[in-house]
């Protein structure tokens, strides 16, 4: 906005100056450039030169650009603001002459009222010109004037009336060139005007509604009338005169108080701020004459005889000077008691008088050469302010934010405690059963051989040869290893089912795995004559805890032989169904009615059904490897007929798309697990930085999620450490979050560790588990 409106005010006179009342523009290239009528022009005071007739001898000269009553005639007097007078001026056009071109003139409000010739022709009037008061209507118009063709030479005669405005005469300039040109130039100022008017609206409606969000923000209301008295002063003081261009002559006096009410707002509130900022009695106590000020400058410009309004309103705008000087002393004040916003104020305030010193100067030094800057003061003013309002927004905003989070912790706090301990409960009461179960199930078989066999030892000893002593020996050697084997499985089975879903995931071969089962249990089924036949025509590999997989292998496939007619099959197959890779295991024995499976299926505990050979079990393996199944979000289908025989179709997600989450918090890392899951993602949880690192060394993710905040070591940390271990070729997307980040930005401390470069991201735990989530894989490439 400040661009744009110095585009327009600041206009430093070129180097083609009036001299004597003689512009020589036979240089000028009219196709591209436009000419601006600066300089000195022939000036008559109290006469309308008749256009038709050469200028007298004795003649005077006045610089355009400057009203005429800020400069001194010959002898050394100023001339006032009301009277009449002659502008001419002589411009030598380019050679050859401008013949067939469509020339025109932008000619700016003339205060404030005149009558325009050119070559001895009328060819634009605005307003009432007269030589006295009565008959006199002013006019602030704006106007683009086409001109018929012209010779080598353009004669130019304005008569000006002014009995209403203090500022008399050109004291804008007029431009002249090419139609297009012309016209181009007033398009650019009356957009700028327009865009800052339509800005000013905006900052208005702005501040009104950040009062209505926050009623202690006083001051936003008195800015939201400061900015609604800048739109009103754009509207009518710069160049443009939208609304004076708006509306017809007659409304000329009215839409001049108009202004007057924009620069009181202006001057009542913007003063009230400053002055009620230090909280200082003697201020206070300004605020009353400044209140008695806006009141008595309002009834003025609404009710003063349109004679006297320019004079008397000049007299209020010096006083207001003032006020300003108060309103520094008032914010320096503040400034050094440190009240709020006070640093804000003072510097927009200083840059806003020095603004106004350099009008000042440029006004009383028309030859310096630039124009005043107008409204741009008053933009260096309320410019600080909008930053200071939004920046009050923000700390509300952080605090409100601050505060949520802290409720949120709390909440998440809470919620993990009382579900901890309920599950800690659950589990603790529901594996001391199982693990019993699955000890006496698993281990009584191998160790009821090693018992029969030492007691045929016992009974034999001396019978028994060396030959048969060293046989049973290596049996019962071979049945106790067989047993230390279990018990080691069923030890990392109790990882599972002791502390919930601890998994400790890999990435390996199905098909090694099944052929390590098949392997185990051969014996098994070689006793009843039962063949296991494998079809695995796919290598597949999948991303899991190999040991729980294995157990469900194991458990399934040993219940399939169990449950098999003697000298029948047990089919194994592997294929992919969609995104998903099943594993099926089919048997010929007894099978299984709707109710069974329903049964065995459930939550209930029952009583195991001995197998064709008689063996027995506990009912609890399924049940185990249907949990072990649902922590890696893969499936168990049970179909049956009974006395044909049974299929189990394991089901286990062929998705190698891995995430490492790291998370102390129990509830939120279950939460953005089972989302990122549905989303076909593996998930490898870890509750601290330590055991993060565990699985690190044992796979290496697609992705690493680690809050930030966590005891022990520490997101940080953790990186860090991480970066220090891994290869160069396990380069993986590492994502921050924490409770504490905010909603956007807030990563700069990143740059401090050293991690920009590494960190893809630093998120707020504070969206949702979808968001974030959908957060996540938005960024990943």
């Known amino acids: 906005m400040v661009l744009g409106t110095t585009s327009c005010r600041f206009d430093a006179y070129p180097t083609l100056l009036a001299k004597d009342g003689v512009l020589d523009a036979r240089s000028a290239d009219l196709s591209g450039e436009t000419i601006n009528f600066t300089g000195k022009w022939e000036f008559y005071w109290n006469e309308f030169l008749d256009p038709k007739v050469e200028s007298p001898e004795n003649k005077s000269y006045l610089k355009v650009g400057v009203p005429w009553f800020s400069q001194e005639n010959e002898d050394g007097e100023v001339y006032p603001s009301f009277g009449f007078a002659t502008y001419r001026l002589t411009v030598l056009l380019p050679d050859p002459p401008a013949e067939n071109q469509n020339l025109a003139l932008l000619v700016p409000v003339l205060h404030s009222a005149y009558k325009m010739y050119v070559n001895g022709e009328l060819v634009a009037e605005n307003g009432v010109i007269s030589k006295t008061e009565k008959n006199y209507q002013p006019s602030f118009h704006v106007k683009i004037i086409p001109l018929k063709t012209l010779s080598q030479k353009l004669d130019l005669v304005i008569h000006i009336s002014n009995f209403s405005h203090k500022y008399a005469g050109i004291h804008g300039i007029i431009r002249f060139g090419k139609i297009q040109n012309i016209i181009s130039i007033w398009n650019v100022n009356f957009t700028v005007s327009w865009i800052l008017m339509i800005f000013m609206l905006l900052l208005s409606i702005y501040y009104a509604l950040v009062y209505f969000i926050n009623r202690s923000e006083r001051n936003a209301l008195r800015m939201a009338f400061v900015y609604l008295g800048i739109l009103i002063l754009t509207s009518t003081l710069i160049e443009t005169r939208i609304l004076f261009n708006l509306f017809s002559d007659e409304y000329c006096v009215t839409l001049f108080?108009?202004?007057?009410?924009?620069?009181?707002?202006?001057?009542?509130?913007?003063?009230?701020?400053?002055?009620?900022?230090?909280?200082?009695?003697?201020?206070?106590?300004?605020?009353?004459?400044?209140?008695?000020?806006?009141?008595?400058?309002?009834?003025?410009?609404?009710?003063?005889?349109?004679?006297?309004?320019?004079?008397?309103?000049?007299?209020?705008?010096?006083?207001?000077?003032?006020?300003?000087?108060?309103?520094?002393?008032?914010?320096?004040?503040?400034?050094?008691?440190?009240?709020?916003?006070?640093?804000?104020?003072?510097?927009?305030?200083?840059?806003a008088i020095i603004g106004g010193f350099i009008d000042l100067f440029l006004i009383s030094h028309p030859s310096f050469g630039y124009r005043p800057l107008g409204l741009v003061s008053l933009y260096l003013f309320i410019f600080p302010q909008t930053l200071g309002v939004t920046f009050g927004l923000v700390r509300v905003y952080k605090r409100s934010e601050s505060l949520s989070k802290e409720l949120y912790k709390r909440k998440e706090a809470l919620e993990k405690k009382v579900k901890a301990r309920t599950l800690e409960l659950e589990k603790a009461n529901r594996w001391k059963a199982n693990f019993v179960s699955l000890i006496s199930h698993d281990l009584r078989s191998p160790l009821n051989s090693v018992n029969q066999i030492l007691d045929v030892i016992d009974f034999s000893f001396n019978e028994s040869t060396e030959v048969e002593k060293k046989k049973f020996l290596e049996i019962c050697k071979t049945g106790v290893t067989q047993s230390l084997r279990m018990l080691e499985q069923l030890l990392d089975v109790s990882r599972f089912d002791a502390f919930g879903t601890k998994l400790i995931q890999t990435r390996f071969s199905v098909n090694d795995l099944l052929n390590e089962i098949i392997e185990s249990v051969e014996p098994l089924a070689t006793l009843k004559g039962?063949?296991?036949?494998?079809?695995?025509?796919?290598?597949?590999?999948?991303?899991?805890?190999?040991?729980?997989?294995?157990?469900?292998?194991?458990?399934?496939?040993?219940?399939?032989?169990?449950?098999?007619?003697?000298?029948?099959?047990?089919?194994?197959?592997?294929?992919?169904?969609?995104?998903?890779?099943?594993?099926?295991?089919?048997?010929?024995?007894?099978?299984?009615?709707?109710?069974?499976?329903?049964?065995?299926?459930?939550?209930?505990?029952?009583?195991?059904?001995?197998?064709?050979?008689?063996?027995?079990?506990?009912?609890?393996?399924?049940?185990?490897?249907?949990?072990?199944?649902?922590?890696?979000?893969?499936?168990?289908?049970?179909?049956?007929?009974?006395?044909?025989?049974?299929?189990?179709?394991?089901?286990?997600?062929?998705?190698?798309?891995?995430?490492?989450l790291v998370d102390d918090s129990g509830n939120f890392r279950s939460d953005l697990a089972e989302v990122m899951r549905r989303n076909q993602w593996i998930v490898i949880e870890a509750g601290n930085g330590e055991e993060a690192l565990s699985h690190l060394s044992r796979i290496t993710p697609t992705l690493l999620i680690t809050?930030?905040?966590?005891?022990?070591?520490?997101?940080?940390?953790?990186?860090?450490?991480?970066?220090?271990?891994?290869?160069?070729?396990?380069?993986?997307?590492?994502?921050?979050?924490?409770?504490?980040?905010?909603?956007?930005?807030?990563?700069?401390?990143?740059e401090e560790e050293g991690l920009e470069s590494i960190v893809s991201a630093y998120l707020s735990k504070m969206y949702k588990a979808e968001d974030l989530c959908q957060q996540i894989e938005f960024i990943l490439p």
């Open 257 to 351: 108080r108009f202004s007057r009410i924009g620069f009181i707002l202006v001057m009542y509130f913007g003063a009230y701020i400053l002055l009620n900022m230090t909280q200082v009695r003697f201020f206070k106590r300004m605020l009353i004459f400044l209140k008695l000020y806006a009141l008595t400058f309002l009834l003025v410009a609404m009710f003063t005889p349109v004679s006297n309004l320019a004079k008397i309103s000049f007299y209020f705008e010096f006083l207001s000077t003032i006020f300003v000087v108060l309103g520094l002393f008032s914010v320096s004040l503040a400034l050094y008691f440190q009240r709020k916003e006070s640093r804000l104020y003072f510097f927009s305030l200083l840059l």
């Open 530 to 660: 039962i063949r296991i036949q494998k079809d695995t025509p796919i290598q597949a590999e999948i991303i899991a805890d190999r040991t729980l997989i294995g157990e469900v292998f194991k458990n399934i496939l040993t219940n399939s032989i169990k449950y098999s007619y003697l000298n029948s099959e047990v089919w194994v197959g592997v294929s992919y169904k969609g995104k998903w890779l099943s594993v099926e295991i089919r048997d010929r024995g007894l099978g299984m009615s709707e109710e069974q499976i329903h049964k065995l299926t459930g939550e209930e505990n029952i009583k195991s059904m001995p197998g064709t050979a008689g063996e027995r079990g506990t009912g609890l393996g399924l049940q185990l490897c249907m949990n072990i199944l649902e922590a890696h979000f893969g499936k168990l289908r049970i179909k049956s007929v009974l006395g044909v025989g049974s299929s189990f179709e394991i089901s286990l997600s062929k998705s190698t798309k891995s995430v490492l």
């Open 707 to 750: 809050d930030l905040q966590m005891p022990g070591m520490n997101g940080i940390s953790l990186i860090h450490e991480w970066e220090g271990r891994r290869h160069k070729d396990q380069k993986i997307p590492i994502i921050l979050i924490s409770s504490d980040a905010p909603l956007s930005g807030g990563d700069k401390f990143l």
